[in-house]
C-alpha cells in the first residue's frame, strides 16, 4: 500500500490496483492494459555448460535439465491481472543437439513445465542459438509464486553451453534473463 500526504493529510492511497482520494470513498482502478508492475533477473556471470538433458516423450518435468538457470519470485499486485513473461536465453551445443529452455512455476503445476522453447542444431559441431519464451498468466491471487527456467539439450552425452558459445564466451556479454510484467485486465 502507497499513500501521498500533503501536510500530513493523506490525499490518495493505493491498494490492490485502486487509488483512494483523501478519506473518501471514491476509487479510481488501473486502466486496461497498464503495466503495474516489473521484475527481472538477468544473468551475466553464470555461464555454464551441462550434460543435464530433458527427454522428449512428455512435457519436461522439474527434475530435468539443468538448472533452474534463473530464479524470480513474483507478488501479483491485483488479482486477476496478467503476468507477460518473457524469457531469452542463449545457448550452444558441441553436437547435433535439441536444445530447450522450460519455464516452470510450482503453484501452477508442482512438476510438469508451462512452456518450452527448442530449437535443432543441425550441425555435429553444434550451432548457437538463441531460445526465447513468451507466456501469459491469468494471476488467481495476490500470492507470491515463484517462476524458474531449466535448460538442456536431448543428446545423451552432448554438451549443452548456456549464456555462451561452445568455445567463446563473449568476455560474460552473453547474458540471459527473464522480465515479468503485471498488466491490469
Request: aromatic share 8%; glycine share 12%; net charge negative.
Amino acid at each position: 500500500m502507497a499513500v501521498l500526504k500533503l501536510n500530513n493529510v493523506p490525499v490518495i492511497s493505493e491498494t490492490g490496483g485502486e487509488a483512494t482520494f483523501g478519506t473518501s470513498s471514491s476509487t479510481l482502478k488501473y486502466p486496461a492494459g497498464h503495466v503495474i508492475q516489473y521484475d527481472a533477473d538477468f544473468e551475466t556471470t553464470g555461464l555454464s555448460e551441462t550434460g543435464a538433458t530433458f527427454s522428449t516423450s512428455g512435457k519436461p518435468q522439474i527434475t530435468e535439465g539443468q538448472g533452474p538457470i534463473l530464479s524470480l519470485a513474483f507478488s501479483p499486485k491485483v488479482a486477476g491481472s496478467t503476468l507477460e513473461i518473457l524469457v531469452n536465453v542463449g545457448m550452444d551445443s558441441n553436437e547435433s543437439d535439441n536444445l530447450s529452455i522450460c519455464l516452470f512455476n510450482t503453484a501452477i503445476h508442482a512438476t510438469d513445465t508451462v512452456a518450452t522453447s527448442a530449437t535443432r542444431t543441425a550441425v555435429s559441431t553444434g550451432g548457437n542459438q538463441n531460445l526465447t519464451i513468451l507466456y501469459n498468466y491469468t494471476t488467481p491471487s495476490t500470492a507470491s509464486a515463484t517462476w524458474l527456467v531449466r535448460a538442456g539439450g536431448t543428446a545423451s552425452g552432448a554438451t549443452t553451453y548456456v549464456g555462451r558459445a561452445a568455445g567463446f564466451t563473449y568476455g560474460g556479454s552473453m547474458g540471459y534473463g527473464i522480465t515479468i510484467k503485471e498488466i491490469m485486465a
